[in-house]
């Protein structure tokens, strides 16, 4: 796969197990970013999309899609339409190669775009991995345009003032990841 030079910085930071410095070192990059690239490992993907009970039915739309791994896994495993969303036009290019050498074009495909920009109506599942600001200021999107039923999923970072509808740990290497689930509708405000 192809990296940016600061995508490899916030890899490599990570594997150092440097990770605050990971989440700081990107935001300089690109002032719309919400989060740097920092992967949401396999298996907490895999549990993430199962909690959130994702069907062939489903459209998943990961915010901040990074190497695609969500939206993979979501069209691959599950049988969903995704799609993701991605400023970073390096993180695009090698989803979309990778979408294509696996051959599943017609269920999944990434927006090399800013979240705020795009039209998530369609969505049955939205994934998250973006900081606790990141969530906040993406509220009042989810907000306006998800509708009823929508499930949301978070990876570590809560959503302020919404009450999840389930919630999981995973243990992972070195560290525990937090899973929280909501649903439009059903979470109300703390
Ligand atoms: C922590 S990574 C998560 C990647 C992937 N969702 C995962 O869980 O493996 C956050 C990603 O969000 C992207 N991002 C941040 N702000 C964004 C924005 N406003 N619009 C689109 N992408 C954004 C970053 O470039 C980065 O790749």
């Given amino acids: 796969m192809t990296v940016s030079s600061s995508t490899r910085v916030g890899m490599a930071l990570m594997i150092a197990g440097l990770a605050p410095l990971a989440w700081a070192q990107n935001s300089i990059v690109d002032p719309r970013s919400l989060a740097p690239y920092v992967?949401?490992?396999?298996?907490v993907v895999e549990r993430m999309l199962q909690?959130?009970?994702?069907e062939k039915t489903d459209t998943v739309y990961d915010l901040g899609s990074g190497d695609g791994r969500i939206v993979i896994t979501a069209a691959q495993k599950f049988g969903a339409k995704?799609?993701?969303v991605e400023l970073d036009r390096i993180l695009v290019k090698s989803t979309e190669d990778?979408?294509?050498?696996?051959?599943?074009?017609?269920?999944?495909?990434?927006?090399n775009a800013n979240i705020f920009d795009v039209d998530l109506s369609q969505a049955s599942v939205v994934t998250l991995y973006l900081l606790t600001s990141g969530n906040e200021t993406v509220?009042?999107?989810?907000?306006?345009?998800?509708?009823?039923?929508?499930?949301?999923?978070?990876?570590?970072f809560q959503i302020a003032g919404w009450v999840p509808i389930r919630s999981e740990t995973l243990k992972g290497h070195g560290r525990d990841h937090k899973i929280y689930v909501y649903e439009i509708g059903k979470h109300s405000e703390q």
């Fill in 82 to 84: 995704a799609v993701g």
């Fill in 98 to 111: 990778r979408i294509r050498e696996l051959k599943i074009e017609d269920r999944a495909r990434i927006l």
């Fill in 39 to 43: 992967p949401t490992p396999l298996k």
């Fill in 51 to 54: 909690l959130a009970g994702v």
């Fill in 139 to 156: 509220k009042p999107k989810l907000e306006s345009s998800l509708k009823p039923g929508t499930r949301v999923v978070s990876h570590d």
